[in-house]
């Protein structure tokens, strides 16, 4: 079934999720490189909500699920800059369209925990998600198809903490129009 499938991710997630408590980037995964990329905590706090938060899943109301996410969340604090975004850690530094692809993600999980009541997950969140918002209403973007994602993230992010940047910034980027040729 889908909640199987999804379970057993829940268990891979659980296996690669780094958790010393003196490790720079406890609370992520690294990728097939060792590189540790922020949208790693971003998909734990999406898969496990999803997973604590189904009576189907033999992870529902896990205690184990909720402290994974409180490391994936802090790691989510602690990487993002003064301004509230985050680095690709390969290319793209302080970047908005970065922080919007891990933020769609977040804001999926804090949407999905408001809709079940689960006000406890929804302010573990509250903190990293106002934080890129304000850097992500105030940022630029590296390509014109990025305004999409962040007007995509924005608007998750408004509608679980509205605040009239968000939607000024969306509707600076959908006056631009569509980039199309012929």
């Known amino acids: 079934t889908v909640t199987e499938r999804h379970d057993r991710r829940v268990e891979q997630l659980l296996h ?6 003196a490790g720079r980037h406890r609370g992520a995964y690294p990728d097939e490189y060792g590189i540790y990329f922020p949208g790693s905590a971003s998909g734990i706090l999406e898969t496990f909500t999803a997973a604590m938060l189904h009576p ?4 529902h109301r896990n205690p184990l699920l909720a402290e994974r ?4 969340a802090g790691y989510l604090e602690r990487m993002q800059g003064p301004q509230g ?4 850690p390969i290319t793209n530094f302080n970047s908005p369209p970065d922080t919007a692809f891990v933020v769609n ?3 999926t999980a804090a949407a999905i925990a408001r809709r079940h009541g689960a006000r406890e997950l929804v302010a573990l969140l509250e903190t990293f998600l106002r934080r890129a ?3 992500m209403a105030a940022g630029g973007i590296h390509t014109p198809n990025h305004r999409w994602v962040l007007c995509s993230a924005l608007a998750q992010v408004h ?5 009239p940047s968000y939607l000024r910034r969306i509707d600076e980027w959908l006056a ?3 980039d199309i040729d012929e």
Do not use: C, Y
């Not at 975004?85 to 690709?88: D, E, K, P, W």
């Open 16 to 21: 690669m999720q780094q958790t010393d408590p």
């Open 56 to 59: 189907g899943s033999k992870f």
């Open 69 to 72: 996410m409180r490391l994936a």
């Open 85 to 88: 975004n985050i680095s690709l």
């Open 105 to 107: 993600g977040v804001a």
């Open 133 to 135: 918002g304000a850097g």
């Open 159 to 163: 509608d679980l903490f509205p605040h």
């Open 176 to 178: 631009e129009g569509i």
